[in-house]
Structures are given as C-alpha cells and as structure tokens.
C-alpha cells in the first residue's frame, strides 16, 4: 500500500488520538507525536520531561518542519532507521528554556533553531548545544522553522555540489515544494539571477545568455505559477509532455548547466537529458517514488556529472559545511534575500492530516506544525 493509502485508510480524521502516559510525581509533562508502529498513524503522548546532559538544551517547540522524509521515516522507508518508538522531526524554531552545565554557545531565552534526530514534533525538544543556532533579529520563529532543511539544502546543492557560477542556467524540479521553492529562492537572490519574465522566445534567452536564468518544472499550472510569482524565469508543466523538448524550446540545443531534481524516475532522465555540456545534475530525492537507473553512455557523450545531495550527513561528515549552511540561510534571511513560503501551518493534533497533505501532493513550499 501507499504512503497515501496508509494514511488515507487509518486516519480520515483532522485530529489524533491523545494517550497519557503517568508522569512520576505528577509533575510537569509536554505533549510529543510518537510513532510507534511503522505504517500507522501516529499518536500524541503526554510525557515527563528527562535531566539535561551538561552538553544539552531544552527548548520550547513553537515550530516544527513537516519533510517527506519524517513520513519516509515513519513507513520504514528512509535511509536511517531509528529504533521504535520515537518521535518524528528533523527541524524545529523555539525558545531556550533550560541548559546544561557546560552550555556556553545559547542561554535560556535565546530564540533558535534547531536541527534534531527525531524528536522535533513535541512541545519540548532536548538536543545537543552544537545542533542550534541563534536566530537574528526581526526573523520570525515561523520562518526560521523553514529554514534548516530545505535551504540548507538548497545553499549546498547550488554552491557546494554543483559549484552553480553565474551566467549559468538552473533547472529545477519539483519547483512549487519546499526545496523547490528554496532552490528558486536562492539561485534568484542568493546567486544573483535577474527577474526576468521569458515565455518560450529562444531569440529572448539569447539575448540574456550571460545572465542567471532558473526554470522551475512541475506538475500542474498553478504549481508552474507560484514558482514564477516566487523568482523562476520560465517554467515547465511536465505532465504536459516531454521535459527536454520543453527545456530545449526555453534555451535550445545547449541546454542547461545545472539541475537540482527532487523527484527521480522519468523526470530525472528527462532532466539529465537537458542537460548542456559539462552540466551537473545533483539528486536530492526521490519524490515521485521511482529511483532511476542512471545511464552512464549520457555522462560521456557530454561530460556530464552526476551526484547526489544527502545533506543530513554531513552533520557527522563534514559539520563545518553542515552548520554553515545553516548560519547562510539565517544572514541571508536577515538580510532580507531570501524568504520562504509558508505553505500550510498544522497543530500539533493534526499531524497525521498534515502527512496526508503532504502524500496526496497537496502542499506547496513549506508545510509546519505549530506547538501554540
């Protein structure tokens, strides 16, 4: 079954089941989201709060980032495979409220950001002082929620991975979800693209060559203009016929220098195959569920590089490039060059519906949960 069958078939409901746990004492307790059998909905608990390590801090949840990974996760089907039960949650805004004994980098009050195992979907988050970041001034708790994923994401598929230069021309897919939406926020404002409004005119491009140039590809219309209202160049509809023929109307027969792909399977060869000399594609997912197999004659023929992007490892393999992504992504939302889209806002309660927003391909940019 599906990931939307499972979801559609044992939660029709907008609200979860709430189970209470005793609490030694009687004392404080928070809510969390737990999964606690792989392919089911998940419940919501009241647990006691556990002693701080001296390394550690507590924060006060106000947001939590709702990625396809947390639902991957909760089937079974993600690359880590934490052990039953937890709590789902990868990415979280909140307020200190308590630290450990060695603690020096946030104190309590301090507005942050997090980035969590799993267990960022609760009223409280305990995790390791090196794993938060302090959120400037005037950026909401709401937007820096947004951030850690899927603009750490973005910074380090264009700038680390593909070594995006400018003049160079961005295709990405799956551009009305949130890495999408990062993608096309950063490649326009980050990297510097000029707002353009192109159509299809080959004679047009040409006579931008050597500008910045992002072209956002999904699946439906209305998915196509939000990426436009949001800082793409051109767009293509790809349930509307061959990616590469519409790719190659938009720049001709060069192609484009970079893609950025989310979805996997055909679009991903399509991609691939639109690809200009030299040109890089880096896969960060596989959305559309179909892993495709990579052949290897199209790297040849035009000197082409493939790789992919699993940004949450380099928490472990390179924590320098992990946490200046995300220090990036808070200066530059700051600064008022990016801005991300909030797409839809769930209650903590609604957790299951807002997976179910997620699988039936409802959602555009950013999907969170909110804790107040």
């Not at 909760?74 to 307020?95: A, N």
């Not at 500008?211 to 800082?231: N, P």
């Not at 016929?241 to 792909?261: C, P, R």
Request: with cysteine.
């Amino acid at each position: 079954m599906t990931l939307v069958g499972v979801w559609g078939r044992c939660f029709p409901r907008t609200q979860t089941w709430l189970c209470r746990r005793a609490v030694p004492g009687g004392g404080r307790h928070y809510r969390t989201a737990l999964c606690a059998q792989l392919k089911q909905p998940l419940a919501i608990e009241e647990v006691a709060p556990r002693p701080l390590q001296p390394q550690e801090v507590r924060v006060d949840v106000h947001f939590c980032g709702v990625n396809f990974a947390d639902i991957l996760v909760c089937h079974g089907q993600y690359q880590e495979k934490p052990q039953l039960p937890f709590t789902p949650g990868m990415e979280f805004s909140g307020i200190v409220l308590e630290t450990g004994s060695e603690v020096h980098s946030v104190k309590e009050g301090d507005q942050v950001i997090g980035v969590s195992g799993y267990n960022g979907m609760a009223e409280e988050c305990i995790t390791d002082q090196k794993m938060l970041w302090q959120i400037p001034e005037k950026v909401p708790l709401l937007e820096a929620a947004a951030l850690p994923v899927t603009y750490g994401t973005a910074l380090l598929a264009l700038e680390h991975r593909a070594c995006t230069q400018p003049g160079e021309t961005v295709l990405v897919t799956a551009a009305a979800g949130a890495t999408g939406l990062a993608v096309i926020d950063v490649a326009t404002n980050v990297l510097q693209a000029k707002n353009l409004s192109m159509g299809s005119c080959l004679a047009f491009w040409e006579a931008f060559s050597d500008m910045d140039l992002v072209i956002a590809a999904a699946g439906s219309d209305e998915k196509c203009q939000l990426a436009m209202q949001r800082g793409a160049q051109a767009s293509v509809n790809y349930t509307r016929g061959s990616l590469k023929e519409a790719v190659q109307q938009l720049v001709g027969n060069d192609g484009v220098n970079v893609v950025i792909d989310t979805v996997g399977g055909n679009v991903f060869l399509e991609a691939l195959r639109s690809l200009a000399w030299e040109g890089r594609i880096v896969v960060v997912g596989f959305a559309g569920g179909t892993i495709a197999s990579l052949p290897a004659n199209l790297l040849l023929l035009k000197n082409i590089s493939a790789m992919g992007l699993f940004w949450g490892r380099y928490k472990k393999q390179n924590f320098p490039v992990f946490s200046r992504s995300l220090t990036s992504a808070l200066q530059y939302c700051q600064q008022g060059r990016i801005q991300p889209y909030i797409g839809a806002v769930f209650k903590l309660e609604e957790i299951n519906a807002a997976f179910l927003h997620v699988t039936q391909r409802k959602s555009t940019g950013k999907v969170l949960l909110s804790m107040k």
